[in-house]
């Protein structure tokens, strides 16, 4: 009587194990600048370190880490049920390319008042943008390169200009002449386009859903408009040299929210089938 007790407990925590797999998905590396896509039972909660996460009507969910994340976190899953998951996550930690330069003229490290000011006007639009929580799920789709150009920079590398460190660089740039085109890396709706920003020259948003964005800068043309949707690989804009640039290129950026995520990691993460 009690060996069938204990075997039939046995299979009960068996078959809990398994649907608590089942219940919880993740697609993505768990490492600095890292996106990853998740996917539970729908009408699920999700929380990652005690903050409610938005979640699609099929269970799609998504988060990231940032460029120097050193800090344990634990998402948390309450199924429909009332069954709990609980999974530690521990981000990667990553070594950057760090470029030291002597020398630079104080003018160049030392931008005129006017500049300074436009440049915080364009940060308050670009900021408004990536704050959209739209219940788009684009982003579970997964992404694709949005050029096919040479990999020039890096996300995570960084300047050091006279012993002073610069912000790093959060986007990954593709060599391409001007003109050369530009193509949606996953659906979403257009949230911003200003042809002319100081630094990043001709920008333009795509709100991807849950708070994930592509941002793309430097563009000599756009062929989109805000409040536009736009397909995977529909072509979207040009290459150009526009803004604070020394040649023609690509800078894409991947934000959630104001989280700057490293688009290399997020053509990794693959969609949960």
Known sequence: MYK??????????????????????????????????GKTQPNSQVMLDGKTLPVSKTGDFVFGFSRDDEKSHQLEIILPSGQKISKPLHPKKRQYKIQRIEGIAKKIMNPNPEAIARSKKD???????????????AFAQGFIPPSKGRITGVYGSQRVFNGVPKRPHFGLDYAGKTGTPIVAPAD?????????????????????????????????????KMGDKVKKGEKIAEIGTTGRVTGPHLDWRVNWFDVRL?????????PIE
């Open 4 to 37: 069938l007790v204990f075997l039939l407990a046995l299979c009960c925590s068996i078959t809990d194990v398994k649907a608590a797999i089942s219940a919880l998905r993740l697609s993505g590396e768990i490492k600095q600048g890292g996106l990853v896509l």
């Open 262 to 270: 490293d688009p290399a990691l997020a053509l990794k993460a693959k």
């Open 123 to 137: 940060n308050q639009q670009v900021k408004k943008a990536r704050q959209k929580n739209t219940p788009l799920t």
């Open 188 to 224: 979403g709706i257009v949230s911003l386009f200003v042809p002319d920003m100081f630094y990043s020259g001709g920008t333009l948003i795509i709100d991807h859903g849950q708070g994930i964005s592509s941002s793309f800068l430097h563009l000599s043309k756009s062929y989109v």
